[in-house]
């Protein structure tokens, strides 16, 4: 073994019997955060995978972490997720989402709902990553339930593929024999193509009752239920339950 190792090592086992010894005494959570944090630095530095050695090491660093901001009495008056993301680097998708997990249920038991909802985002993130990564029908339907409520930026871009997708859709048949549909549209600019996409976001958001589609065929009825059905589960249930939410409504 390498004489650098071996100090690393020597660091290691010195960082462990000074945390023994400090649950043995009455000391002050941010004492043990500064051992936690270099103990888990140094593993990083000895470990070709640390992550199994690290685990639990960092499960305790998150509730020293938590309690250092509940009493408020030192440097920390709040969580700096950054610091937590660069820690837990090493681990699989399925450690860091149980690592956040863990700091959600630790913020739930301080009452720091802010912290927490600061959080939500980076664990439907995670979340999402391993149901999209799981290459299965399940996980990527799971993943696409999810995305919207990552954050509204992705709650936009589902409106706007879906927006595009209905309008695609609606665009009127070059064979009346293949017609499924008939949209029923008003005139508002005079350019028929910037009517036909201001028409379906008028349908969509029932703005003009005059503008409507209309089934002509079993399929008709079909397609026309997926895309409202569609409409109304990505955009109004998440934006609804989006804005709510940081308006501080309850639904």
């Not at 960092?58 to 250092?68: D, H, I, M, N």
């Not at 609606?170 to 293949?178: E, I, R």
Request: with cysteine; charged share 20%.
């Amino acid at each position: 073994m390498e004489p650098q190792n071996l100090l690393i090592l020597d660091f290691i086992n010195s960082l462990e019997e000074k945390l023994k010894n400090l649950e043995l005494t009455s000391f002050k959570p941010q004492e043990e955060l500064h051992l936690l944090n270099s103990l888990i630095q140094a593993k990083c530095l000895y470990y070709d995978k640390p992550s199994s050695f690290i685990y639990s090491d960092l499960k305790q660093l998150v509730k020293a972490y938590c309690q250092t901001t509940d009493t408020n009495k030192f440097e920390y008056d709040k969580i700096d997720f950054c610091i937590i993301e660069k820690l837990i680097t090493p681990l699989s998708r399925h450690e860091k989402l149980a690592i956040l997990g863990f700091t959600r249920r630790e913020l739930l038991k301080i009452h720091d709902l802010a912290s927490v909802k600061l959080l939500e985002p980076r664990i439907r993130e995670l979340e999402y990553q391993l149901f999209i990564s799981s290459k299965t029908l399940s996980g990527f339907v799971k993943g696409l339930f999810l995305f919207p409520t990552i954050n509204f930026k992705n709650l936009l871009i589902t409106f706007f593929l879906i927006f595009i997708l209905c309008s695609l859709v609606l665009l009127p048949s070059t064979n009346s024999s293949w017609e499924t549909f008939r949209f029923n549209k008003v005139d508002i600019v005079g350019n028929e193509t910037v009517d036909h996409f201001l028409n379906t976001l008028i349908f969509l958001f029932k703005l003009d009752s005059s503008v409507s589609v209309n089934p002509i065929s079993m399929a008709g009825v079909i397609v026309s239920v997926i895309l409202k059905s569609f409409f109304v589960l990505f955009i109004v249930n998440y934006l609804i339950k989006f804005l709510a939410k940081h308006l501080s409504l309850e639904i």
